[in-house]
């Protein structure tokens, strides 16, 4: 088996633990789908900007770079336009959109005038109600694959080892201590946004 085969393989397997919308994209940008092939879909002008903070509410800056400076909204678009069909766009826009619904019940507010306590309150919101679940699943699934493949997700969240030496199957890391995986990376519980 080459390493693009074995690479292809993971990541289905991967996909297939993820909510369903995110597997079925992996699996159509897997098989080469054309950008518009599925439709043409593209978050533009507020919206775009509004994925943005989402993506950076849901892996925000710390001593590490977050979601956005990672260029996660890039990800996530890219996923929409190859990977998503025209429903499953339709509902995450639509989704986005109550991103605005539930900051204004909420805080009276548009999303990007809250501060960081009460974003952090509208996504823990969004992943409570029945009718935004499903939305924050694919936005949080599509932010966790973007950000730990991405260079900056890869090379300064987690430690990166390019040629690693003996493989040590149990070792003890330091509470201040970066880890280098997941180690049940298909555990759901792991990517429940909690306060």
């Not at 993506?55 to 929409?80: C, E, H, R, Y």
């Not at 694959?145 to 080892?161: D, F, N, P, Q, V």
């Amino acid at each position: 088996m080459e390493r693009r085969e074995f690479l292809s393989s993971a990541c289905a397997l991967v996909g297939a633990a993820l909510c369903p919308v995110v597997a079925q994209a992996v699996a159509a940008v897997q098989a080469g789908a054309a950008p518009g092939a599925r439709g043409a879909q593209i978050l533009a002008g507020p919206e775009r900007e509004l994925l943005v903070l989402l993506v950076d509410g849901i892996i925000p800056p710390t001593d590490t770079p977050g979601a956005a400076a990672a260029g996660v909204a890039d990800f996530v678009q890219f996923m929409l336009t190859h990977g998503f069909t025209p429903a499953q766009f339709q509902d995450f826009a639509g989704g986005v959109s109550q991103v605005q619904r539930v900051s204004a019940e909420r805080f009276g507010k548009p999303y990007r005038a809250l501060d960081e306590s009460e974003r952090h309150a509208v996504l823990l919101a969004l992943q409570a109600q029945p009718a935004t679940a499903a939305f924050f699943a694919a936005l949080r699934d599509l932010t966790i694959i973007g950000y730990y493949t991405s260079e900056m997700g890869a090379s300064k969240e987690l430690r990166y080892l390019p040629v690693p030496g003996e493989f040590t199957g149990c070792m003890p890391i330091a509470p201040s201590e970066r880890a280098f995986f997941d180690s049940n990376p298909l555990d759901r519980a792991t990517y429940v946004y909690r306060s």
